[in-house]
């Protein structure tokens, strides 16, 4: 049998391989487990996982081996549910599980997200003796960072006596991935310490570290790491440090690594555009998709949703129709799933939003992304009741909006006084038991909008973790609908609380002290928004400007206008309706 391997090898086409197995079919080899495991693998690289499972469940007694290449290849596909029902029935058969499967199987667990699952498989692996093989350890420290459980992910970690350059870079990838970027550097640091050689792939994620935390000089001695210690920095690698240093906000350096790559890949082209998306040079990532296209390099579904985002953010309806059509021709997603969102922004930005619905239609209806995202623009275009309607059809078809169409449709409720939508929107919110401040935010604000402020507070009171966002959203539904003491009091309550405040924090108090003809408490606010560090805003001075002239200190109101800049129109005609209520003439 062995014979036929370089056989199995030089079978590029599904047709092909039809062939080879009609010959061990016929020749009767197909009996053998090698040929029949080696067909289930090769049926499985083909795409066809059908006719895999079907020479599987076809062959008498699968050895262990055939069934761990099985769950492997149902992995491959990311058929995880059924990746796991199988190591189930393997188990129910009594077959002996060896260690080559439990990273498959662990791999599964985590690509289905079922940490219970993880545990039982855990359980096993210590049972079975399996706990101290480098391998499955490594795959059980990937799946519990990768679920989020970094506490596990380093007991597994530390109690590993030989730790290898892939454990230490599987552990840093964790730590950086679930948020803890300072923890993923100590532990590069103490890699290096303890004398690993570091590889590409820990370094990919040092790089992530440096750019999530936007250290420009630290992103410099991790690039100068990898220049010193001639780590093969092609592909990913050149793609991470790109990203890192546009995070770290230093484009020229990206542009740099940019240029020196030899083979460009997709993926580092990607890079280059999203990058320069990410700091608002919208025509020069045009530009390089344009480099892309004349390099012969084939753009992805990642590349032309980075393009469409370009294109949107510029306005460029007709170049923006040209990135779509290519898309079509070069069947790059044919459902529209990945694209659709970014053809809705497009369309949208440049005012078609009648195609947004065609867009809409062609995602199968069933993205939820688009659907957020054509009722965010109808909302942003002042088109309130198409944003609710929007909302009342995706109910109508069974859809759950997520947290950020939720918002966007209360926000749409807020705006045209839609108070009935919105107790439906806020019943949604209740029953499916959602916390999200970014909601909970907006159902505060639509309540106080549509004044109901008693309603809005009910809200914030329940809240246990307060932003800023959330004290400024209830500060403002106080101020707006005339609660001035109220507002007051809340301002006094944060300052007492050490929260941090922001320029709409101090202009909803000044309004209410404004309402109330409280000077003292304004002039008390105004040098707290002084020492406090902010940086000057229109709209505060504006504020105090109408404030200090309400209150009779006109003195006051004319020194904060002085301070401003002349060409500000509406304070300009704010200082004239002053002039006029008061009776001052210049």
């Known amino acids: 049998m062995t014979l036929y391997m370089p056989l199995f090898r030089s079978c590029t086409t599904l047709r092909t391989l039809t062939q ?57 596909n990311q058929f995880f549910k059924e990746s796991i029902s199988l190591y189930h029935k393997m188990l129910y058969h009594q077959v002996h599980v060896n260690g080559f499967i439990y990273p498959n199987i662990l791999r599964a667990c985590s690509g289905f997200g079922d940490l219970g699952i993880g545990g039982e498989v855990h359980g096993r692996i210590i049972k079975c003796g399996f706990d101290t093989d480098a391998i499955v350890e490594t795959s059980l420290l990937s799946m519990y960072g990768e679920m989020g459980c970094l506490y596990n992910a380093r007991k597994i970690f530390d109690r590993m006596p030989m730790k290898d350059v892939v454990l230490w870079s599987s552990i840093i990838s964790c730590s950086v991935e679930n948020g803890e970027a300072s923890e993923g550097l100590d532990l590069f640091h103490r890699m290096i310490f303890e004398g690993v050689e570091p590889d590409s792939v820990t370094m990919l994620g040092v790089a992530e570290a440096c750019g999530d935390l936007g250290f420009l000089r630290l992103a410099r001695l991790v690039h100068g790491q990898v220049v010193t210690r001639a780590i093969e920095s092609e592909g990913s690698l050149d793609k991470s440090l790109i990203v890192m240093y546009t995070k770290c906000g230093d484009l020229h350096s990206a542009e740099k690594i940019f240029k020196k790559v030899t083979h460009r890949n997709t993926a580092c082209w990607s890079a280059m555009i999203t990058c320069y998306n990410q700091t608002s040079c919208f025509q020069e990532a045009i530009d390089v998709f344009l480099e892309m296209q004349e390099s012969k390099v084939e753009p992805n579904s990642v590349t032309m949703t980075v393009v469409i985002y370009s294109c949107a953010r510029l306005g460029l309806l007709r170049e923006g129709k040209s990135v779509h059509c290519f898309v079509i021709r070069k069947a790059l997603d044919t459902d529209l799933v990945f694209l659709g969102p970014g053809l809705i922004e497009l369309y949208a930005e440049c005012g078609k939003l009648n195609y947004c619905e065609e867009v809409l239609h062609l995602t199968g209806e069933r993205n939820i992304v688009s659907w957020n995202m054509l009722i965010s623009h109808y909302a942003q275009k002042g088109l309130l009741m198409e944003a609710l309607m929007l909302f009342v059809q995706m109910q109508t078809l069974g859809l759950m909006p997520d947290s950020y169409g939720m918002a966007s449709s209360l926000s749409a409720c807020g705006n045209v006084g839609s108070i009935h939508l919105g107790y439906q929107i806020h019943g949604h919110v209740i029953k499916r038991g959602i916390l999200d401040e970014f909601v909970q935010n907006s159902l505060i604000d639509m309540y106080t909008k549509c004044g109901l402020v008693n309603s809005g507070y009910k809200i914030f009171e329940t809240i246990k973790q307060r932003s800023v966002i959330t004290w400024n959203s209830m500060l403002c539904g106080f101020s707006q609908n005339g609660n001035s003491v109220e507002a007051i009091r809340l301002f006094d309550q944060m300052y007492l ?88 003439s210049q």
């Open 497 to 584: 609380n050490g929260i941090e405040m922001n320029e709409v924090t101090f202009l909803s108090v000044i309004q209410a002290c404004s309402h109330l003809g409280h000077l003292e408490k304004g002039k008390w606010v105004h040098h707290k928004f002084i020492t406090g560090g902010l940086k000057k805003d229109v709209y505060v001075d504006t504020a105090l400007t109408d404030m200090y002239a309400k209150c009779g200190y006109l003195q006051a109101a004319q020194g904060v206008f002085n301070s401003m800049i002349l060409e500000n129109f509406p304070t300009l005609a704010l200082e004239q309706g002053c002039d006029v209520e008061y009776g001052i």
């Open 20 to 76: 080879l197995h009609a010959h061990l079919f016929v020749t009767g080899l197909h009996k053998g487990p090698l040929a029949s495991t080696k067909l289930v693998e090769s049926y499985s690289q083909m795409g066809n996982l059908q006719t895999s499972r079907l020479v599987f469940e076809t062959f008498p007694c699968p050895d262990s081996f055939m069934w761990g290449v099985l769950i492997k290849c149902h992995v491959w």
